[in-house]
Structure formats: structure tokens, C-alpha cells
């Protein structure tokens, strides 16, 4: 059975490694159908999912810890290669590799007809298989690996079409902020390591002795995590890399924001929730940056025009949400809306990716419109996942991002409540302004005349996340409305507070949440859905620039950095480490210069010399013999 | 019967000629006549020991450097003619393309 868990992270490397054989082979030998690729490249998701589902199954109440072999030792440092299932990581690892899957099949479609099928779908394999590993792993070094991992693959992919510049520099620039953050990991690692690692370094034994470390560094140990978390949650500030990253093809976004990568950062301050919990300060500092990326992020997408860039800026302000749940200690809820928010984004992504498709790889939603017409599926479930987001129910995202907003209220953090309350209404005005332009709204001019038919590929994965952003929040239930709020039961393990307000309060914020939905989406009716967009329409402003932040960050640091690198280029290196090796090496030429001076090719001269030398000999030897 | 100083005297002198020849003359076959003279020059005090000694080692050995002479005579003209057709000129000091080039650094 614990065989089984490494099983689920080696077949998408081994997915992986065959796509790549396979593709070299494609580009070397002969060519190969693309079928063989999307062979393997589907099946192996597949089967960790089965294989997790499994597990699932017939040991969700155990803890499962399989342990391959030994990876580092180091005097009395050991470091396993070794994976452990329980009820936080079997949680994420089903849903991981479900939509993982889900969006590979979409994926087969989309990527149909481009050179790189096999290179695109090694990569993807990789990314999920980094991912899993990332979830599955019983230690921080490990988990660590899989964290670089999916660093790597997001970095591939983004710059996928890497013929144009700018997908190059998205890709640069979400790898070396994602560097940033990592450095924080590092940090907060190594020094929990100094404290306890002598005592076993996986999550079991780090959890037992968390008490040897003096409570002054607990902090600083929680807070630097967290700078890893900010990273590859895309926090501010170092949301920056996210927008930028929507250069990949659609799948990509997809995968990043739904079911790998962002949520990482979620799921580690949840593992490290034994940490967390002893650090409260650290963990109202997490809300707060959760709030104010939330509100942040919305704030710009209301006024951006690039349909992936809104939704990368709407996962940017959903991540805001799930750390505020979980740095209040509201694990579960936290998790809870990852888990929807998975579904929902996933099926945004891809009925995105279908519009982009549709219109030939138009991605402004000025330049659209009446959408509705030219695919039904993809018409509905962009609205099913639409309303989702928005939080109405009995979709999804009312269940959970309900559930966070009640534990921020019930416990007392009016502030950051009220923040993602506002910020709750602005998702559903800039998602229904983004709806209503692209499906309802008079048709733009630049909109192409007939739109590409989908292939089966594309919609079906659709329909099933579809149905997932409908049913997912129901097992996420609470009492009050009849559920039996599955996913708390589950995480129980975390020891969530579990405040009771009275069913009066309960259901006025339920009725207060639904009530900004829908004023959000009444703004949006109003201002969108009658508009037509043969008037091409103008934004600008402050917002449009999102803020200018990427201006701000460019003056300060990577302005500043590159004049100290040039400063060191032309001084240091030029002046000193050149100017030291060069006089050496001059020196010796000079010396060599004095000795050339002999070597003149005067044949008088040598001639000379000899005799002179020869002189000197004779001298010397008529003064020896005497 | 002349005492042995005398001899080598004379050879003295003629290995000086030569060596003064060979330094300070630029023409080539004046070079060339200045080493013949101080070969024989050797050959002489070897042919002098030798009658000194009653040995006749020096004189196999200045017949042989004759011979060896004459066969340097040969490759040393047949060089000296080519070298002309090259420089068009007998002057021993345009003879150094071996020599150290000196560049720029």
C-alpha cells in the first residue's frame, strides 16, 4: 500500500522522461504522431490520480509514510527520500492530480497542431509530477525540491514560445521573483534546521520538538516561510511575476493557477500549521497581506482589458483569501476554498483559453463580444465558474470563501472582514464586467466573423469541471444549511477553533455576502452588458497601470541592482581583477622582451658572444688549473 | 729542428684572424674565408702535437676535418648562391628573418 505513494509522483516524471525520448526521437529520426505523445502524456496523470483515489479509498484515516531510500547523511543528519499520505496531503494530492489531468486532456486540444506537442507535454508532465512531490513529501528538503520544481517548469513554460522576447523576459521575471521568495525559504529552513534538526527533520519529528526552539525564533522561522509562501503564492510584493506569466499558452495559466504552483504556498503554511499555530503575530501578519493583496489585486483587475491578465489578477486576490483563512488558524476553510477555487479557476482558465481560441488568439475583451453565440458549453460553464468566483450560491465559492469570511468576522478581525468583503463585491463587478463584454456585449468590429469550432477536447474537460464548481462546495457544507461540512471533519487534525455565533448572525452574513455579489454583479449588468463595442473603448488611468507598480520595482531595485552590477563590472572587475592578472601577464612579456634582445638573428653578434663566452671559459679554467 | 711555440704561435695568430673576420666582416665569403682560417688554424696545432707526441692521432684527425671541410665547402656555396637569389645581397647582417619580431602589446 505505502508503495503506492511513490508511485503517484515517479509516473509523471517517468511520463515525462519518455514524452522527452520520445520527442527527440520525433525531431531526430521521424517524426511521430502526436497521438503517441498525448498517449502518454494522458495516461500517467491519470493514473496517480487513480492511484491517490485509491489510497483514498482504503486508508484516508491512516497516516501512510513510504520511505524509498536514504538521500543525504551528513554525521547525525539524515535526509530520506520518503512520502507520507495524510489527511492534508492525500487532500491536496486528489485534487492536484484530478485537475492536473483535466487540464492535460484540455491541454491535447489546444495544443493541437503546434511543433512543440511532445516538448510542451514533458514539460507538463514534469510540472505535475514536481507538484505531487511537493505535496507527497515527508520532509522540508524535499518538499523543497519539488518547490524549485515547479519553479523550473513554470519558468519553461511560460517562455514556451520563446521565439518572442517578451515571453522570455515573463519567464525570467517570474523565475527571479520566485528567487526572491525562495531566498526567505532558505532561510526560515536552514534555521529551523540549526534548531532541530538533530532530531529527525520530517514532519513528525519537527512537529514533537517544535518546543526546542526558543519562541524569539519561531517568528522569525514562521516569517521567513512565509516569504517563500508570498513568492510562489504571488503576495504582494511579489505578485508581480503572475500577470506577466499569462505569456504561456492558456493550459499553462491554467496549471499554474489552479492546481499547482500558487496554491503551493497555501499548502506549506498549512504543513507548517504546527508552527503557525504558535506564532499569532505571524499569523495576523499573513492575513493582512493576504487582505491587502486581495483587495490590491481586484482593485487593478476592474479595469484591465486582457481576459487572462484579469483572471490572473482575480487568482492573485483568491490566494489573498485563502491566506487570510489560514492565517487566522482557519486551516480547513483556507484549504476548503483551495480545493474550489481549483475548480473554478481551472474551468475560467480553459473557457478562457476556448474564447482565445475561437477568436484566433485575441486576448483584449474590447475586441469582443457576443461570444454566447458561438459556443454553447463554453457560454454556460464560463458562467457556471463566473457566478462560482463570485460566491453565489449554491456554487462553490460561496460555500468556502463564506466560510473564511465568517471566521475573519467571528473572530473578531473586523478589519481584514470587512476588506475581503468589499473585496468579495469587486470580484463579482470584474468578473461579470469581464463576462458580460465578452459573451453578451455588442460585437467589436475587430471580432473575427466566425469562430474556430472547438474540438471535443477542448469542451468536455469543461463540462466536468463544470459540474465540480457546482457540486465541490456541498461537501464543504455547514450545519446550518443542512450540510454536514465534510471538509472540517476532515481537517480536523488542525485543531481549528471552532466559533459558534448565533444562527441569526450566521445566516445574516450569508444573506450580507450574497447581497455585495449580486450589487456587484447588478454594477457590472448596468455597465457592461448593454455596451457596444463597435465603439472601440478607451481605458486608461492609474488603475489601468496597475498602479504603475512594475514602473515602481523597475526604478528601485532592478535599475539599482543593474547600476551596481555595471559598477562592479567597470571598477572590480575591469579595474582590479583584470588589471592584477594583466600585469602579471605583461610583466613576464616585458622580461621576455629583455631576453629577445639577444635573440636578434645578427650572426656577427652571436659570433661575438661566443667568443666571448668562450673567453670567459678559458679564463676561468686557466685560474682553476692554475 | 723549430721548437713547438713557434708553431702554435702562428696558429694562434691565424684563429685570431679568423675570429676578427668572422666578427667584423659583413660579406659573406669573407666570413666564410675567416672560419676556413680558423680551421685550419686547429688543423695546424694538431698536426703540431702530434709531431710533439709522436702520436699520429692528431694528424687521422686533421685529415679528417679537411675532408669534412671541403664537404661543408660544397652545401655552404650551393646555400651562400640561394641565399643571394632570395636577398640579392652578400651582406651577413639582412640574413635575419629568425630573428625576434618586435610587436606591439
Known amino acids: 500500500m505505502s508503495a503506492l505513494l511513490i508511485w503517484i509522483v515517479a509516473l509523471p516524471f517517468a511520463g515525462s522522461l519518455m514524452l522527452s525520448i520520445l520527442y527527440l526521437y520525433h525531431l531526430k529520426v521521424k517524426k511521430v504522431e502526436e497521438i503517441y505523445f498525448s498517449l502518454i502524456a494522458l495516461l500517467t496523470p491519470l493514473i496517480s490520480f487513480l492511484l491517490t483515489f485509491w489510497i483514498f479509498l482504503k486508508a484516508s484515516d491512516k497516516k501512510i509514510t513510504f520511505t524509498a531510500f536514504k538521500w543525504l547523511k551528513v554525521a547525525n543528519f539524515d535526509i530520506d527520500i520518503s512520502?507520507?499520505?495524510?489527511?492534508?496531503?492525500?487532500?491536496?494530492?486528489?485534487?492536484?492530480?484530478f485537475i492536473g489531468w483535466l487540464i492535460h486532456i484540455y491541454a491535447a486540444g489546444y495544443m493541437k497542431g503546434d511543433e512543440g506537442y511532445g516538448k510542451f507535454f514533458a514539460y507538463f508532465n514534469l510540472f505535475l509530477g514536481m507538484m505531487l512531490l511537493l505535496v507527497l513529501a515527508n520532509n522540508p528538503i524535499l518538499m523543497f525540491f519539488g518547490w524549485e520544481g515547479v519553479g523550473l517548469c513554470s519558468y519553461l513554460l511560460i517562455s514556451y514560445y520563446f521565439s518572442d522576447a517578451q515571453n522570455v523576459v515573463a519567464g525570467n521575471k517570474a523565475f527571479i521573483v520566485n528567487r526572491v521568495g525562495d531566498f526567505g525559504f532558505i532561510i526560515g529552513l536552514s534555521t529551523l534546521f540549526i534548531y532541530i534538526g538533530s532530531?529527525?527533520?520530517d514532519y513528525a519529528s519537527l512537529q514533537a520538538h517544535i518546543g526546542l526552539v526558543p519562541s524569539s525564533m519561531l517568528s522569525f522561522i514562521a516569517f521567513f516561510l512565509f516569504v517563500g509562501a508570498i513568492g510562489k503564492s504571488a503576495q504582494i510584493p511579489l505578485y508581480i511575476w503572475l500577470p506577466d506569466a499569462m505569456a504561456g499558452p492558456t493550459p499553462v495559466s491554467a496549471l499554474i493557477h489552479a492546481a499547482t504552483m500558487v496554491t503551493a504556498g497555501v499548502y506549506m503554511v498549512a504543513r507548517f500549521h504546527f508552527l503557525y499555530s504558535l506564532t499569532p503575530n505571524v499569523g495576523e501578519f499573513i492575513a493582512v497581506i493576504g487582505a491587502l493583496s486581495s483587495l490590491f489585486a481586484a482593485i487593478i483587475a476592474t479595469r484591465q482589458r486582457d481576459i487572462k491578465k484579469?483572471?490572473?489578477?482575480?487568482?492573485i486576490s483568491q490566494l489573498g483569501y485563502m491566506f487570510v483563512a489560514v492565517g487566522l488558524g482557519f486551516y480547513a476553510s483556507g484549504l476548503f476554498h483551495v480545493f474550489t477555487h481549483a475548480f473554478f479557476k481551472a474551468l475560467l482558465f480553459m473557457g478562457a483559453g476556448a474564447v482565445i481560441l475561437q477568436l484566433h488568439h485575441e486576448q483584449d475583451i474590447f475586441h469582443m463580444g457576443e461570444m454566447k453565440e458561438a459556443s454553447k458549453i463554453v457560454y454556460w460553464t464560463f458562467l457556471v465558474a463566473t457566478l462560482a468566483i463570485s460566491g453565489i450560491f449554491p456554487f462553490a465559492g460561496f460555500f468556502s470563501k463564506d466560510e473564511i469570511l465568517f471566521g475573519a468576522f467571528a473572530s473578531g478581525h473586523y478589519t481584514i472582514w470587512a476588506v475581503e468583503l468589499f473585496t468579495a463585491g469587486l470580484t463579482s463587478y470584474y468578473m461579470f464586467r469581464l463576462f458580460f463584454t465578452v459573451f453578451i456585449a455588442k460585437k467589436s468590429s475587430k471580432r473575427v466573423e466566425k469562430p474556430l469550432i472547438l474540438s471535443p477536447f477542448v469542451t468536455y474537460p469543461l463540462v466536468v469541471l463544470a459540474i465540480g464548481s457546482?457540486?465541490?462546495?456541498f461537501i464543504g457544507a455547514p450545519k446550518i444549511l443542512g450540510g454536514s461540512n465534510a471538509i472540517a471533519h476532515w481537517f480536523s487534525f488542525f485543531g481549528d477553533e471552532d466559533i459558534e455565533l448565533s444562527y441569526t448572525i450566521e445566516f445574516g452574513l450569508m444573506i450580507l455576502n450574497t447581497v455585495v455579489a449580486l450589487a456587484g454583479i447588478y454594477i457590472a449588468y448596468k455597465k457592461f452588458a448593454g455596451?457596444?463595442?463597435?465603439?472601440?473603448?478607451?481605458?486608461?488611468g492609474l488603475i489601468y497601470h496597475k498602479f504603475y507598480i512594475d514602473e515602481i520595482y523597475d526604478a528601485l531595485i532592478v535599475k539599482n541592482i543593474q547600476r551596481l552590477s555595471w559598477l562592479i563590472y567597470a571598477v572590480f572587475d575591469k579595474k582590479f581583477i583584470d588589471g592584477t592578472v594583466m600585469m602579471i601577464a605583461k610583466s613576464f612579456y616585458h622580461l621576455g622582451e629583455l631576453v629577445a634582445v639577444l635573440q636578434n638573428g645578427n650572426v656577427r653578434f652571436y659570433a661575438f658572444s661566443m667568443l666571448f663566452g668562450a673567453s670567459l671559459f678559458f679564463i676561468y679554467l686557466m685560474q682553476v688549473m692554475g | 729542428m723549430m721548437s713547438i711555440y713557434s708553431v702554435l704561435i702562428v696558429a694562434i695568430a691565424l684563429f685570431s684572424i679568423g675570429i676578427v673576420g668572422v666578427i667584423s666582416r659583413k660579406n659573406i665569403f669573407i666570413v666564410y674565408m675567416s672560419l676556413e682560417l680558423m680551421l685550419n688554424a686547429v688543423n695546424l696545432m694538431f698536426v703540431a702535437f702530434s709531431r710533439y707526441f709522436h702520436s699520429l692521432d692528431g694528424q687521422i684527425i686533421s685529415m679528417m676535418v679537411i675532408a669534412l671541410s671541403a664537404a661543408e665547402a660544397a652545401l655552404f656555396l650551393s646555400l651562400v648562391v640561394l641565399l643571394y637569389k632570395r636577398k640579392g645581397s652578400l651582406n651577413v647582417d639582412i640574413f635575419n628573418s629568425l630573428a625576434q619580431k618586435r610587436d606591439n602589446l
Do not use: C, P, R, W
Not at chain 1, 499520505?85 to 492530480?97: E, G, I, K, P, Q
Not at chain 1, 457596444?532 to 486608461?540: C, H, S, T, V
Open chain 1, 83 to 97: 512520502f507520507l499520505s495524510d489527511h492534508l496531503s492525500l487532500f491536496m494530492a486528489l485534487f492536484v492530480s
Open chain 1, 310 to 315: 484579469i483572471l490572473a489578477y482575480s487568482t
Open chain 1, 199 to 201: 532530531k529527525g527533520f
Open chain 1, 531 to 540: 455596451i457596444n463595442l463597435q465603439n472601440e473603448a478607451k481605458i486608461d
Open chain 1, 470 to 473: 457546482v457540486v465541490a462546495g
